[in-house]
């Protein structure tokens, strides 16, 4: 694919994203998707023969944007300290759900809309990282380090806590975020759940010393 090609392609790719995240698969036509990419819808299909196709594509490319960062891998692997990488698995979650909104709305479309495929994205995609915070914190209940709880409910608990308090706390109060960026946010996540995990009733003040907070994020709003 020449350069001129490549172009075009990540300019419908691009759309589909806006559009899908925005509007569903079901609410969402080629046609407007090949509007807002300034193709017509003949060349689009030449990258895209199906619909599905495209969805699918724009789904990867944004799976594609999540990595694990090097500190959080060998944290995982190493079983690192919890007041450590818990911050970290935290920090991955918050920076997701308020910067790169639409990973997770694709997802949800996935799900409700393209069964059963898009379950099989989901244990393809996410299963790998799941599994891998799974036997992190199993390891620390094993070496002492985390309470003995329920590894799988919450691992589960974690991510939900993260990724859908924001828009439960918007649903049920009508108010916006009570973090006033994402730092606050990863603090007050990494926090609340040392205090669940750790084997001490309270995450004692020296381990909120350690909480990870990234100074540079500290005027970025926090908009999950």
């Known amino acids: 694919m020449n350069q001129s090609n490549s172009a075009i392609r990540d300019r419908i790719?691009?759309?589909?994203?806006?559009?899908?995240?925005?509007?569903g698969f079901n609410g969402t036509s080629t046609r407007e998707i090949a509007r807002l990419a300034d193709v017509n819808e003949t060349s689009l299909f030449r990258y895209f023969p199906t619909k599905q196709?495209?969805?699918?594509?724009?789904?990867?490319?944004?799976?594609?944007?999540l990595r694990l960062?090097?500190?959080l891998k060998t944290g995982l692997a190493q079983v690192g300290d919890p007041t450590i990488v818990v911050p970290l698995i935290v920090e991955l979650m918050v920076e997701t759900a308020a910067y790169h909104p639409e990973v997770l709305k694709l997802l949800n479309v996935s799900l409700l809309e393209l069964r059963p495929r898009g379950e099989l994205v989901w244990r393809q995609q996410l299963g790998p990282m799941f599994q891998a915070v799974v036997a992190y914190l199993e390891n620390c209940v094993n070496n002492g380090s985390m309470r003995s709880l329920d590894i799988s409910v919450s691992t589960i608990g974690l991510l939900a806590v993260v990724l859908g308090h924001q828009?439960?706390?918007?649903l049920l109060t009508g108010s916006p975020s009570p973090y006033a960026s994402a730092a606050d946010a990863v603090a007050a996540y990494s926090n609340y759940w040392l205090a669940v995990l750790l084997p001490q009733p309270n995450v004692n003040a020296q381990v909120q010393d350690r909480v990870f907070r990234n100074p540079s994020s500290e005027t970025i709003p926090w908009v999950g």
Do not use: P
């Open 53 to 65: 196709d495209l969805f699918w594509a724009a789904l990867q490319s944004c799976l594609d944007g």
């Open 69 to 71: 960062r090097k500190e």
């Open 167 to 170: 828009q439960m706390y918007k």
């Open 13 to 23: 790719v691009e759309a589909s994203i806006r559009l899908f995240s925005s509007q």
